[in-house]
């Protein structure tokens, strides 16, 4: 895979090491296991995948490229880079501005920007009206676009099944970047709806079926099915993408869900007549995240760190794994680790940050799973690691355990 030149202080020195033993050993990814950091008192189980995957990387090798080679130019990015506080700030202290929140409101008029200003298009990809927006504007679009290879895929798929007169059911968040970029690009090809989860998927089946009348349809899915949209016409014929970031669990049973409708509805021997049965268009990264956090769910231990901005939908879904087993604290920095009685961390329910006491157990031995999200850096994993260390007395140094994993 590509190496990109990325800013150094990204990279880490122990999850770096640690990641390319892992690589010698496993080179086809079989092993999901976790590497296991025993300190003496302290063990740390470090999920197999993590961290910055591919279109982050990219994204992030454009965005720094863009400032180092246009001096003096105005660089604007259309909303968050990623979802991680720390890049997003470091783009502003290198004069980017951003000129949307990461829910398309404006935070700079799009009267202030000139054809003779740079936009860079986010790892997320943005909608066709933007585009043409910016088209019109003197600005390409294209000159400086990190959308993610995998997100393209995924319009690149939904437009294959539009081609096929399917009706595109896009398993996603409808207020979220990539999945209102998706939309946007679906419906231009096929009629197209937002789902969010099973619930609301089985009462687009009971619609199908005519369980519910038409008119719910555009009752409860206000503002997630595109214009025109003909519920006696358009679902007739359905296939499944998501939101790369979207549970893959999540996104298999609600396909599974509108295959059993079509089924109930037509028949089995006419489904392929009504129902895609699509592969999943969820990213690599996602799955291995996902993939290395079961991998963890099968270990003991007594608590899990999940690392990554509070935004980033592939990182909460990575929190709501972990919450299954384990106690879990969803944090974005070493910052929020106050002492060893002591942290702030973000409640993916309630969206607010909570302080918990002494959420490091008063044991002989503690055990701590540990992971992050696809755009968190590797170096603020290695910051928490060290921080928590400092709770503990008598143990290794560092350099001997990594040794003792070589």
């Not at 996603?172 to 990539?178: D, P």
Request: proline residues 3%.
């Amino acid at each position: 895979m590509k190496k990109f030149d990325i800013p150094q202080r990204y990279r880490s020195s122990i999850i770096s090491r640690i990641k390319e033993l892992r690589k010698l050993d496993d080179p086809r990814k079989k092993d999901y296991s976790p590497t296991e950091l025993d300190f003496g008192p302290v063990k740390f189980l470090v999920a197999r995948h993590f961290g910055f995957c591919y279109g982050v990387e990219n994204a992030i090798e454009i965005a720094y490229r863009t400032v180092q080679e246009n001096p003096g130019k105005r660089i604007f990015l259309l909303s968050e880079m990623i979802h991680n506080p720390g890049v997003n700030k470091d783009l502003e202290e290198q004069g980017i501005r951003f000129i949307m929140d990461t829910e398309g409101n404006e935070l700079i008029d799009w009267s202030e920007i000139t054809k003779e200003d740079i936009v860079i298009v986010p790892a997320f990809g943005t909608t066709l009206e933007i585009e043409k927006k910016l088209s019109g504007m003197g600005i390409d679009p294209y000159s400086y676009n990190t959308t993610c290879p995998f997100v393209e895929k995924v319009w690149n798929r939904a437009g294959a099944l539009g081609n096929e007169d399917h009706t595109i059911i896009i398993h996603g968040k409808h207020y979220h970047e990539e999945t209102r970029a998706t939309f946007s690009h679906s419906q231009k090809n096929a009629p197209s709806v937002i789902v969010l989860d099973i619930e609301e998927t089985k009462t687009l089946g009971r619609i199908i079926l005519g369980d519910l009348p038409k008119e719910e349809f555009y009752k409860l899915f206000e503002g997630k099915y595109s214009e025109g949209f003909d519920v006696e016409k358009d679902l007739k014929k359905v296939g499944v993408v998501n939101q790369t970031t979207m549970l893959a669990t999540e996104t298999q049973e609600i396909a599974d869900q509108l295959k059993k409708i079509m089924i109930q509805k037509y028949g089995s021997e006419n489904l392929k007549d009504h129902f895609a049965d699509t592969r999943d268009t969820l990213c690599y990264a996602t799955n291995d995240n996902q993939q290395a956090v079961y991998g963890l769910l099968e270990q003991e231990a007594d608590l899990a760190i999940v690392v990554g901005g509070y935004n980033s939908s592939n990182t909460s879904h990575l929190v709501e794994l972990m919450e299954e087993k384990f106690p879990t604290y969803f944090i974005s920095s070493e910052d929020k680790i106050l002492a060893d009685n002591l942290i702030t961390h973000f409640n993916i329910h309630e969206k607010i940050e909570k302080v918990t006491q002494r959420f490091i157990p008063a044991k002989e031995k503690v055990v701590i799973a540990i992971t992050s999200g696809a755009s968190c850096p590797d170096a603020i994993v290695d910051d928490i690691i060290r921080r928590l260390l400092t709770f503990f007395d008598e143990k290794k140094e560092i350099d001997e355990v990594i040794k003792e994993i070589s």
